[in-house]
């Protein structure tokens, strides 16, 4: 049984909590927040045995396995760092780290101390994407051509500037918060060697982008564009065009809905849809691997690079950077 605890008590930690449980093998034991309150409402809540107002005291606390980091990105690399430390393997919310230089660090770490260490990008695990993938192994489809991915929500009316989104000190913007999804789905269905890259975007006026548009160029001869914004939500359907036929996705990000040349498959996920990357983490550590086969390192670095190059091609760089 694999005993774990929970960095932060924020939405996407409750939605682990509650999914964590139709996860076998899998026990949630401990939550820790900066305020203790929200630890102990969070203990209550969820009949945990353990509540801590410090991550550091449950880092050395020895009562866990694993943790979830579910605080915001700019948070990331310390606190993964901070646990595997400690021998504590690390299921890290997407995107892992700010930037490459960050990612480089957490991997040393989790190479150095011998954990795991795994981006959660829930979506790849989901059947849908399963399905999408086993189409691609089969070559029935042929090349893909095209791609198109688009996410966004409306996030930003009576939004406090101040606040984590709008904030350039605390890594805002829509590419790292949202643009990782369309990014990272890609690249998952096509990851030929990029032979061309440009982006663009929309500033709001604290400096960080509303809005970003990437291209992508790939050396197959495949084109793809990848859109985010939190400045207004995106209903498109994702497409991909292949020499012999398309697939489109309803709400890539959370799709239970594929289409297959027309034919519609419907693939509803477990629980909230974090169950699935829970199950592969889980699965990962009980077969003694140090990486996770759908997301391991290569992929990861690949996803930064990608936002990297694009945050500088619209010159969008972050003042702790």
């Known amino acids: 049984m694999i005993k774990f605890g929970i960095v932060g008590a ?11 449980k139709y996860v076998e093998g899998a026990k949630l034991v401990a939550i820790a927040s900066r305020n203790v309150e929200k630890a102990n409402l969070f203990k209550k809540k969820y009949g945990l ?96 051509k095209s791609a198109y991915f688009e996410l966004g929500w409306e996030l930003l009316n ?18 790292l918060d949202i643009g990782v999804y369309p990014i990272a ?17 929309v500033f709001h006026e604290t400096g960080v982008d509303k809005e970003c548009i990437i291209n992508l160029e790939l050396v197959d001869g495949s084109v793809a564009q990848l859109k985010s914004s939190i400045n207004e939500t995106l209903t498109k359907e994702s497409v991909l065009e292949f020499e012999k036929g398309k697939i489109t996705f309803e709400n890539f990000h959370s799709s239970q809905n594929v289409k297959i040349n027309g034919e519609r498959f419907t693939l509803p996920f477990k629980g909230e849809g974090f169950v699935h990357e829970i199950e592969s983490f889980i699965e990962t550590i009980n077969n003694g691997l140090l990486e996770n ?8 670095k690949d996803i930064m690079r990608i936002m990297d190059q694009a945050r500088k091609n619209i010159g969008l760089k972050y003042p702790f950077e």
């Open 49 to 144: 045995e353990l509540g801590y107002g410090s991550y550091e005291e449950m880092a050395l606390s020895g009562n866990i396995d694993a943790v979830y980091i579910a605080t915001p990105h700019n948070f990331h690399k310390n606190q993964s760092i901070l646990f595997m430390n400690n021998k504590i393997n690390v299921l890290c919310e997407k995107p892992i780290s700010v930037n490459s230089e960050e990612l480089s660090e957490m991997i040393n770490s989790a190479k150095t101390n011998k954990v795991l260490l795994m981006e959660a990008m829930w979506t790849r695990y989901l059947p849908s994407f399963q399905k999408v993938k086993e189409v691609l192994h089969s070559n029935v489809l042929g090349k893909l």
């Open 293 to 300: 086969d759908v997301m391991p390192y290569s992929e990861s």
């Open 185 to 201: 789905c890609f690249r998952y269905i096509n990851n030929s060697e990029i032979s061309k890259l440009e982006a663009s975007a």
């Open 158 to 175: 009576d939004y406090p500037v101040e606040k984590r989104l709008l904030n350039m000190d605390l890594a805002g913007g829509s590419i």
């Open 10 to 20: 924020g939405d996407i930690a409750h939605k682990f909590a509650r999914d964590i």
